[in-house]
């Protein structure tokens, strides 16, 4: 089965400033694809950005992007430019590329609250 | 993306009673789930909604406690059961086309048993 973890609880950026979150997932499948979701103080569940493990280049929606490192299981978010609107849980996500059954299940991690601070 | 309404957006239950937390759809969808995040927790899929079948419920669930109807295209309902205080969470249904592979999610129905 796939885990995916993130290992920062918590964590705090300056206004305009760049941070980076964390994830690591584990999984025996060559071809898969990863998430990143914001869950902001409403409870939504918002789509910040998607990444194809078949595809080399890194995800970028505007002043997020990320760094996939395929070899090393890592799949980390950075936000720049952060701004107090980006105060949020953020959810890495997992999910095996094979159709039917529990096959499109999203795997989560834990989470990480993110903080901006004036 | 596709527009997703759940109702109710909140509730507040006595124990041992049912509720019936609806999920629509703007536009026909392959795929529904059903999740639920327990407070301070990460989301944990429930089942899936399959359009004129029964649903697939996961390790964990069973179809007593969560019947979910998927009727059409365009909506699923989920029914929590029976309710204890261990039932109150946020339950989220999501939506995915298919070739899409991308779930876009609902506002969530934030569930307190007393």
């Known amino acids: 089965a796939q885990t995916v973890t993130q290992s920062q609880p918590e964590m705090s950026v300056q206004e305009a400033e760049t941070v980076t979150l964390s994830c690591t997932y584990d999984?025996?499948?060559?071809?898969?694809?990863l998430f990143w979701y914001k869950q902001p103080p409403s409870r939504q569940m918002i789509l910040v950005i998607r990444q194809e493990a078949y595809k080399q280049q890194n995800a970028t929606e505007n002043r997020f992007s990320v760094n996939f490192q395929k070899a090393a299981k890592s799949f980390s978010l950075k936000i720049s430019d952060s701004q107090l609107g980006d105060a949020a849980m953020y959810f890495c996500a997992y999910r095996s590329p094979v159709s039917g059954g529990s096959n499109y299940k999203l795997t989560f991690g834990k989470g990480t609250l993110l903080t901006v601070n004036p | 993306s596709a527009v997703i309404s759940q109702k109710p957006s909140r509730d507040i239950c006595q124990r041992g009673t049912s509720l019936t937390i609806q999920c629509q759809v703007d536009s026909q969808v392959t795929m529904m789930f059903w999740y639920r995040q327990q407070p301070g927790q990460s989301l944990t899929l429930i089942a899936t909604?399959?359009?004129?079948?029964?649903?697939?419920?996961e390790s964990g669930f069973v179809i007593d406690k969560f019947p979910i109807s998927r009727p059409n295209l365009t909506f699923s309902t989920l029914t929590v059961s029976n309710m204890s205080p261990e039932d109150s969470s946020i339950y989220l249904c999501?939506?995915?086309?298919?070739?899409?592979?991308?779930?876009?999610f609902g506002p969530g129905t934030r569930l307190l048993v007393l």
């Open positions: 909604a399959n359009q004129g079948s029964e649903a697939t419920y």
């Open positions: 999501s939506v995915e086309t298919v070739y899409m592979e991308t779930q876009y």
């Open positions: 999984t025996s499948e060559s071809d898969y694809y």
